[in-house]
C-alpha cells in the first residue's frame, strides 16, 4: 500500500491502534478504509494470525488497497451492512472494531462532487456516486417542514425556517444543480462573522441526510456491539456533536437514547462498557499540522468479561 497523504491524515493514529489492543490470531475490522492510514497502521502492527477487515464504500478509496497482504479483505460497502458480510467471510465474533468518522480530505478537496462550498460543483454529496439521491434531489423536492428539520437537527442553525423558505422560493424559479447557486441562495442568511461555519453546517446537514449517515452509524454500533467477543475493543472518532452523543450512548447503555437497562437484581445489561470517561483528543500539534483534526474526539470501549461465578 503506497501512502497516499492528500486523500487523507489519520487523526489520533497511534491512540486509536493503541485502542484496539490488537493481539495473536485477533480478527479485526477497520470500518472506514479511506486513505488507508489507520489501516496501514493497524497492518503494521497485526500480530502472527490475525487478520483485518476494512469496509468502505466509495469507490475512489480502492486505490488504496494495499497489494498482496494476506491478513487483509478489503470490503466494498457502506458500513451499516457490517453484520452481513461478517457474516459472509464466516466471521463470527471480532476482536476489535474502528470507526474514524470524519469525512475524507479527499472529499472535501474534490472539486466535482459537491461535499464542499469552496468549489462550484454538481450538487451530488454522495459516498456512494452508484445509489442514491443526491443533494440536488433532495434541496429541489423535500416539503419546506423537511427541509427545516435537516437543517435545525443536522446542521443546528438557528434560522433553520428561514433557510429553508429561501430555498424553496428559489427553486420554484430555478432547481438547484451546482453548489455555487445554493451558496448564494443561503448566504445573505447568514451572518458575516460566522458565515462559513454556518455554510459547514449547512453543508452537513446535507451531507448527512443524503448518505443516510445517523442511520447507518446506528446500525453499525449495534452490530459491533453484539459481533465483539468478551474483551474486544469499540474504537470511535467522532467530529461533531450529533454522531458523538450516539457513540457516547452506545457505549454506556448500548442504544440511541443512553437509557442504562438493569435486571432484577439491579445489574447493568449494558454490552459494553466505556474505558474513558474523558475524550481523547489530538494534541495542539497535531492540530496544527492537521487543522480538520481539531474537532475529532476518541472514544474507547470494551466488551466486558464474563463474570466468574
Not at 472539486?111 to 443533494?135: V, W
Not at 449517515?213 to 469499540?234: F, H, K, V
Request: neutral net charge.
Amino acid at each position: 500500500m503506497s501512502e497516499n497523504p492528500v486523500y487523507h491524515v489519520p487523526v489520533l493514529l497511534k491512540p486509536c491502534v493503541e485502542g484496539l489492543e490488537l493481539r495473536e490470531g485477533g480478527v479485526y475490522v477497520d470500518v472506514t478504509f479511506g486513505g488507508g492510514g489507520h489501516s496501514r497502521e493497524i497492518l503494521r502492527c497485526l500480530p502472527q494470525g490475525a487478520h483485518l477487515y476494512s469496509f468502505d464504500q466509495d469507490a475512489d478509496a480502492e486505490r488504496n488497497i494495499p497489494e498482496g497482504a494476506e491478513n487483509f479483505t478489503f470490503v466494498r460497502s457502506n458500513f451499516r451492512y457490517l453484520r452481513n458480510w461478517m457474516r459472509y467471510h464466516g466471521v463470527e465474533q471480532i476482536d476489535g472494531l474502528l470507526a474514524d468518522l470524519g469525512v475524507s480530505s479527499h472529499h472535501f478537496d474534490d472539486e466535482t462532487r459537491g461535499f464542499s462550498f469552496r468549489f462550484d460543483a454538481p450538487l451530488d454529496m454522495r459516498m456512494n456516486g452508484r445509489a442514491g439521491q443526491t443533494a440536488a434531489e433532495l434541496l429541489n423536492t423535500a416539503p419546506v417542514e423537511e427541509l427545516t428539520r435537516i437543517f435545525r437537527l443536522y446542521g443546528e442553525m438557528k434560522n433553520a425556517k428561514q433557510i429553508a423558505r429561501a430555498i424553496v422560493k428559489a427553486r420554484a424559479n430555478e432547481p438547484f444543480y451546482r453548489t455555487g447557486a445554493f451558496v448564494e441562495c443561503i448566504r445573505p442568511l447568514l451572518g458575516a462573522a460566522r458565515e462559513k461555519k454556518d455554510m459547514a453546517k449547512v453543508f452537513q446537514a446535507l451531507r448527512i441526510v443524503v448518505n443516510h449517515e445517523m442511520e447507518a452509524l446506528e446500525e453499525m454500533l449495534q452490530a459491533a456491539s453484539e459481533l465483539l467477543a468478551p474483551g474486544g475493543r469499540l474504537v470511535v472518532l467522532t467530529y461533531h456533536s450529533l454522531e458523538d452523543r450516539l457513540v457516547k450512548n452506545y457505549m454506556k447503555a448500548g442504544n440511541a437514547e443512553g437509557k442504562i437497562e438493569q435486571d432484577f437484581y439491579g445489574n447493568r445489561l449494558a454490552p459494553l462498557r466505556p474505558l474513558n470517561n474523558k475524550v481523547v483528543v489530538p494534541e495542539q500539534e497535531e492540530q496544527e499540522l492537521n487543522p480538520r483534526s481539531r474537532s475529532a474526539k476518541l472514544r474507547i470501549a470494551e466488551k466486558p468479561l464474563p463474570k466468574q461465578k
